[in-house]
């Protein structure tokens, strides 16, 4: 069983940016970040293994980083030059074998999620 516990959700304006952070428990294989906008389908928006490797869908390349601190258990995603189209609610996602790292959203543990609001 892991535990996810999401913070760091606010609102701010375009061109703003946004820490959230994730403290996890139990062992995970890799870890990520999920969003869903109002009237949309949850989409990935990157994501690291235990080894480094890390996978952002296209549309925040270059504006997300995605960090583990494993001595604390905490992932990261630091949002850079946000947009109205990054609004959405944000989840912590975590794997616990390599069967649910392959896709997007084949994660088995989940975050309640947080708020993320950008206003123009």
């Known amino acids: 069983q892991v535990l996810l516990v999401e913070s760091g959700g606010d609102s701010v304006q375009a061109g703003g940016s946004l820490s959230l952070s994730c403290v996890s428990s139990?062992?995970?294989?890799?870890m990520g970040w999920v969003r869903q906008a109002p009237g949309k389908e949850r989409e990935g928006v990157a994501r690291?293994?235990?080894?480094?490797?890390?996978i952002y869908t296209d549309s925040v390349k270059g504006r997300f980083i995605i960090s583990k601190d494993k001595a604390k258990n905490t992932l990261h995603l630091q949002m850079n030059s946000l947009q109205p189209e990054d609004t959405a609610v944000y989840y912590c996602?975590?794997?616990?074998?390599?069967?649910?790292?392959?896709?997007?959203?084949?994660?088995?543990?989940y975050g309640q999620g947080t708020q993320v609001t950008v206003s123009s």
């Open positions: 996602a975590a794997a616990t074998g390599p069967e649910f790292c392959g896709r997007w959203l084949s994660f088995n543990y």
């Open positions: 690291i293994d235990n080894y480094g490797k890390r």
């Open positions: 139990g062992f995970t294989y890799c």
